[in-house]
Nanobody
């Protein structure tokens, strides 16, 4: 059974850090583009980052560039999203997604990805 499971969300104060994990089962992540999306209440789902295994290139949304970093552990079939200097506007449900091709110009489009996790809540508040 193909499955993506996110974890690591929680409540953190502004300026704090969290590391989200996305563990895959039923398939290996190293053939896919792995993306992180987020969705805040009342807003559309937003692409946060996309990592291409084939060329190890990562794209980031301007809103998180310099604060968020993607890393992978192929042995654990897991992708991580390290989030630093968190802001209240980062509050959202975060999803990981896996696609069958490398990150391209359309990496922010949800339709580019075949598999999705269930999401993990991140709340940034004092």
């Amino acid at each position: 059974q193909v499955q993506l499971v996110e974890s690591g969300g929680g409540l953190v104060q502004p300026g704090g850090s969290l590391r989200l994990s996305c563990a895959a089962s039923g398939f290996t992540l190293d053939y896919d583009a792995i993306a992180w999306f987020r969705q805040a209440p009342g807003k559309e789902r937003e692409g946060v980052s996309c990592f291409s295994h084939s060329d190890s290139v990562t794209f980031y949304a301007d809103s998180v560039k310099g604060r968020f970093t993607v890393s992978t552990d192929n042995a654990k079939n897991t992708v991580y999203l390290q989030m630093n200097s968190l802001k209240p506007e980062d509050t959202a449900v975060y999803y990981c997604a896996a696609g069958g091709s490398d990150c391209g110009l359309g990496w922010r489009r949800s339709a580019e990805y075949d598999y999705w996790g269930q999401g993990t809540q991140v709340t940034v508040s004092s």
